[in-house]
């Protein structure tokens, strides 16, 4: 049976509650409805993406291996920070709309804005010359 560590375990509840809370207060201060793009929830996700591949390539190429950074950061923030679940709903509301164009506009953006978040983070952490 494997042995779980409590204070890794603590590492990513404290994370997750500080991304969470992150989350909901940017959500909560620019609402969004089901007919119009929802910015918050892809602001957050975007930028959730982005500190995920500058925490991930920092701490893997950069700094000395921990056993509480990652769980902390990467598990615990960032996947506080960022909502799949609400891009979803978000996405079947529209739907549900009829906003179809709308609703595929968002997931494609969503995922191509994720993955350019996350090259121009490695990036940077590498310290890649754009130029």
Do not use: K
């Amino acid at each position: 049976m494997p042995r779980i560590d409590l204070r890794e375990l603590a590492a990513i509840f404290v994370g997750g509650a500080i991304g969470t809370l992150a989350r909901v207060e940017v959500v909560r201060a620019f609402p969004s409805g089901t007919a119009s793009w929802p910015w918050p929830v892809l602001a957050v996700n975007v930028a959730g993406a982005f500190l995920l591949g500058y925490c991930a390539t920092r701490l893997h190429e950069r700094l000395p291996p921990t056993a509480y950074r990652r769980p902390f950061l990467g598990t615990g923030i960032c996947g506080g920070l960022t909502t799949f679940s609400t891009l979803q709903i978000e996405a079947l509301q529209m739907l549900d709309a009829g906003r179809l164009g709308l609703a595929a506009g968002y997931l494609a953006a969503s995922v191509a804005a994720g993955f350019a978040a996350i090259w121009l983070a490695t990036a940077l952490v590498r310290r890649v010359r754009f130029i």
